[in-house]
């Protein structure tokens, strides 16, 4: 029987997914709602597999702790389970997660059998990646640079031009650039009758899993 670690913050899921596991031949060692508890967990005993959600609220976020799993448990499987369709778009977080994760997003599970075979692709991935090398997990991506999806990111947090050319040490004309560039790869069309950025941003809550002032 597997022995996984929960960390998921929204507690009707993180109690549904503890439940739903156990009847598939998985125990929840511990169920934590932050990176802090899971930590502390850690220290308790050995695991198979972390299963971690990407966004935990305040403090460190799911690629931090699945980098400190790899690091303490250099051959325990690590599934992240969110609704980023590219871990680059946390916000302020450009970090990728540890080779060897199973990268899973929500929208995609259509059963808890489906979740369970990422756990199993996790561990076997984990195994063959002997202790952290082994090629980077598999997202459903965007096909931007790092620079864009942080500017991405700020477009959606509603900065205008001159502020996000401030917060990225640019100048406004390099915004205007990047904003145009991103445009183009996401296949957002130069149309006067919608505004640019508005599109980017629905774009990016696409991306997310999530609306304005929620998080997936």
Do not use: W
């Amino acid at each position: 029987m597997l022995k996984v670690l929960l960390v998921e913050d929204n507690a009707l899921l993180r109690a549904s997914l503890a439940d739903a596991l156990a009847g598939h031949d998985v125990q929840v060692v511990a169920a934590c709602a932050t990176a802090s508890e899971a930590v502390e967990e850690l220290r308790h005993g050995a695991l198979d597999v972390l299963l971690t959600d990407l966004d935990l609220g305040e403090g460190p976020d799911g690629i931090t702790l699945a980098h400190v799993v790899r690091r303490l448990h250099p051959t325990a499987g690590i599934v992240v389970l969110t609704g980023y369709r590219d871990p680059r778009l946390v916000a302020g977080k450009l970090v990728q997660v540890p080779p060897g994760t199973e990268y899973v997003v929500k929208e995609s599970v259509t059963s808890i059998g489906s979740l369970r075979l990422a756990i199993d692709r996790a561990v076997m991935r984990a195994g063959r990646a002997g202790g952290g090398t082994g090629r980077r997990p598999d997202t459903a991506g965007v096909d931007l640079t790092d620079s864009q999806v942080e500017t991405m990111r700020l477009v959606a947090e509603g900065l205008s031009n001159a502020e996000i050319a401030e917060r990225r040490c640019v100048t406004v004309g390099a915004v205007e650039v990047a904003i145009s560039r991103i445009a183009r790869s996401l296949g957002i069309q130069h149309d006067r009758a919608h505004n640019q950025r508005v599109l980017i941003t629905r774009e990016y809550y696409r991306l997310t899993g999530g609306e304005p002032g929620k998080r997936a």
